[in-house]
């Protein structure tokens, strides 16, 4: 099975996508998502520019051997723009290999672990009120679990809560330079225990909670929150501090025991191994497209497995439905599953990518059809312009430029 071409395609249905489109010798076609928010066009770049020309001739089947090709061939190796262009690749290699075989991916994975997936959703508002209306909208719509965020009282924004109202809450904004926000920890470690305090008292204690930190705080700050939220039973307190000092969250392990979750920003192995390995964490958060595809994402769990870490992906807006297809053949199949976060795309979105996978009562089911189970709609894409958009940057109030 041949490739003959590879195409990258760059659309903007309401936000930018970067997608990888291979096609084979035989005609048929598989597809990788290759968006990385705020930084499309590098990706865009490192496949048309680099990786493309190489792919030409390659056998299509030789999915490990090309992932050592891109990786190891690079010479630079990890990275966000590397390992999501070489996750394009790999995703639409295991996409033509499910529809070459007449199965879908996770029957190539080892087949069904469980039934259906279970997944967040993204609840917010400017207020502890506003907040708790949200989450009725999703326990109504069925959710187990549900990820918790509120303004910040004295602060104009914060992260996770949308400009005005419920809906997909999409942090990259259309400009030419990133908007900024503003951060207080003291204002922000105040709000945290009222609003889950709130949840609780209307909600009960069935539900799941989450909540996404954001990178924002030190690990004795996170250790902290961590206590003040135990008595309301988090499930799991995500990116808590920034991880790349990964020892970080030793130190914040000795202090608290709230559930911890990590790793939409790691994209290899290598960027989380301590942080399983010592059992720093509880979840893993790495996804298909920014850690390398299926096949290193599959590598990352089975790590973790040792380890009782258990999933936990990234399912943001800003990864597309193609993203989704493959993370759901990977959840379904894993033996260490945690949870799957899932924020619906627009109508448009949907429109230029569709797909069989599909949503029911706070669950998601992979597609049966052969490969992932979703296309992109070449000409309707083809309607949509990049624009450039930029995640935002966030100081603190005396103007130090802190994590957003
Ligand atoms: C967030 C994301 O979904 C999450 O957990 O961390 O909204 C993240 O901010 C965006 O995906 C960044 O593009
Ligand atoms: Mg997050």
């Known amino acids: 099975m041949k490739i003959v071409d590879a195409k990258v395609i760059v659309t903007c249905p309401g936000r930018n996508f970067v997608t990888l489109k291979v096609t084979t010798d035989s005609g048929l076609t598989g597809i990788g998502d290759a968006t990385l928010n ?26 490990s051997d090309t992932w050592q090709y891109l990786y190891k061939g690079a010479y630079w190796r990890r990275g966000p ?22 199965l ?63 809906g997909p809450y999409e942090p990259a904004e259309a400009g030419a330079a990133p908007t900024e926000s ?11 225990p009222r609003l889950f305090a709130a949840v609780r008292e209307r909600f009960g204690p069935e539900l799941e909670l989450l909540h996404d930190v954001h990178h924002r705080l030190t690990p004795m700050e996170a250790a902290r929150l961590g ?83 258990r999933s936990g992906s990234h399912g943001a807006t800003d990864l597309s439905p193609v993203s989704m297809a493959a993370a759901l053949h990977v959840d379904v199949a894993i033996s260490n599953f945690g949870i799957q976060e899932y924020m619906p795309h627009t109508a448009e979105t949907d429109d230029v990518f569709p797909h069989t996978w599909w949503f029911s009562d706070g669950y998601l089911h992979p597609s049966e059809e052969p490969g992932l189970g979703v296309e992109i709609d070449e000409t309707l894409a083809e309607r949509f312009e990049y624009r450039p958009a930029y995640l935002p940057v ?8 802190h994590s957003w």
């Not at 590098?42 to 493309?52: C, E, K, Q, T």
């Not at 996750?87 to 007449?102: E, F, H, P, Q, T």
């Not at 503003?182 to 945290?192: A, E, G, P």
């Not at 966030?394 to 430029?401: A, C, F, H, I």
């Open 38 to 63: 705020g930084r499309e066009l590098a990706v865009a770049s490192y496949l048309r520019d680099h990786i493309a020309p190489l792919l030409i001739g390659r056998d299509a089947h030789r999915i």
């Open 81 to 102: 723009v590397t390992m999501t262009a070489i996750a394009a690749v790999d995703v639409a290699l295991w996409d033509l290999k499910g529809k070459a075989a007449g």
């Open 104 to 166: 879908p991916v996770h029957q190539l994975l080892g087949g069904r672990a469980r039934d259906r997936v279970m997944v967040y959703g993204h609840a917010g508002g400017e207020t502890i009120d506003d907040t708790l209306d949200d989450v009725r909208r999703f326990v109504d719509a069925g959710y187990r679990a549900v990820r918790v965020q509120c303004g910040v009282p004295g602060l104009p924004s914060t992260y996770g809560v949308g400009h005005g109202g419920p």
């Open 182 to 192: 503003v951060w207080s920890t003291t204002k922000y470690l105040d709000v945290v």
């Open 227 to 309: 206590e003040s939220l135990l008595p309301y039973r988090p499930f799991w307190i995500e990116d808590p501090t920034p991880a790349e000092n990964q020892g970080a969250f030793g130190l914040l392990r000795s202090h608290t025991t709230a559930p911890i979750a990590v790793g939409e920003v790691l994209t290899s192995i290598w960027d989380c191994q301590d942080l399983i390995t010592n059992q720093w964490i509880d979840f893993i958060r790495t996804t298909v497209v920014h850690a390398g595809g299926i096949t290193h994402l599959k590598r990352i769990f089975d790590l973790a497995d040792l380890y009782q870490v």
């Open 394 to 401: 966030n100081r603190l109030e005396d103007g130090t430029l």
